[in-house]
């Protein structure tokens, strides 16, 4: 754990929570649409969308025709996040990281804060992060400080599309369900999105043949509030160390 080793400043302590394991969860409508965002013990959990985050994709799990391909839908559903959230998002090519396990996120370097990897359900390309049944899962850690009141900052995240289900799945980004919406779904998890109950928003919680083309309207309120829109987050340098 290197970002314990560090001297932390007098007072302050670094806490560690999974998105996954939910303290509270804000549902927020307006006319536009619906979302929910994920909320820790110093409010809502987000990145700072005011320094880049970076990404790499583990195209591996998948037939050789397919790599490229999903290569490329990765960039283009980052291209998408990015204009929704406003935060500048750096592709950083391939990686064989497979996010794996509680400590998924140790592994994962700054030159890979977001990792989106294809899997199997056994095997070499298994994670232990997806479940039976779900064709893809997102997910993200944040660390919390405590001075001032407290305040928490997401710092790695992952996307795990399973191999065969995303096969299924319509190609490009069209309506529907599709590989793209798959990725888009996933994404807006890895940034704090929760889900909701309208088909109509692609944070529903399953694809379905209503699902919209990409991001919805709450969908897009949810993520601009998560980005730039809900302002810089003041991170000190001793809260996210290159494990
Ligand atoms: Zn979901």
Same mark, same amino acid.
């Given at each position: 754990m290197p970002w314990m080793s560090r001297a932390l400043p007098k007072g302050l302590t670094v806490l560690l929570a999974a998105a996954m394991l939910l303290l509270g969860?804000?549902?927020?409508?307006?006319?536009?649409?619906?979302?929910?965002?994920?909320?820790?013990?110093?409010?809502?959990? @987000?990145?700072?969308?005011?320094?880049?985050?970076?990404?790499?994709?583990?195209?591996?799990?998948?037939?050789?025709?397919? @790599?490229?391909?999903?290569?490329?839908?990765?960039?283009?559903?980052?291209?998408?996040?990015?204009?929704?959230?406003?935060?500048?998002?750096?592709?950083?090519?391939?990686?064989?990281?497979?996010?794996?396990?509680?400590?998924?996120? @140790?592994?994962?370097?700054?030159?890979?804060?977001?990792?989106?990897?294809?899997?199997?359900?056994?095997?070499?390309?298994?994670?232990?992060?997806?479940?039976?049944?779900?064709?893809?899962?997102?997910?993200?850690?944040?660390k919390t400080w405590e001075s001032d009141g407290g305040h928490s900052v997401a710092g790695r995240g992952y996307v795990l599309v399973d191999t065969k289900s995303y096969t299924k799945l319509t190609n490009g980004f069209k309506s529907g369900a599709s590989q793209g919406n798959l990725l888009l779904h996933e994404l807006g998890h890895t940034m704090g999105l929760e889900h909701v109950s309208s088909k109509k928003e692609l944070m529903y919680d399953t694809l379905t043949s209503k699902s919209p083309k990409g991001y919805a309207s709450g969908d897009r309120a949810g993520l601009a509030m998560l980005g730039r829109d809900g302002g810089c987050i003041d991170v000190p340098d001793w809260v996210w160390v290159e494990g």
């Open positions: 969860v804000q549902s927020i409508s307006s006319a536009a649409g619906s979302y929910k965002v994920t909320e820790g013990p110093y409010g809502i959990v @987000r990145w700072n969308p005011c320094q880049t985050v970076t990404y790499k994709y583990n195209v591996s799990a998948l037939d050789k025709s397919l @790599r490229k391909k999903a290569a490329k839908y990765t960039k283009k559903a980052f291209k998408q996040l990015g204009s929704a959230t406003g935060i500048s998002f750096v592709n950083e090519g391939a990686t064989q990281t497979l996010p794996d396990g509680a400590n998924w996120w @140790r592994v994962q370097s700054v030159e890979e804060e977001i990792v989106v990897a294809w899997v199997k359900k056994s095997g070499k390309y298994s994670s232990d992060l997806i479940s039976g049944g779900a064709y893809g899962v997102g997910g993200m850690v944040y």
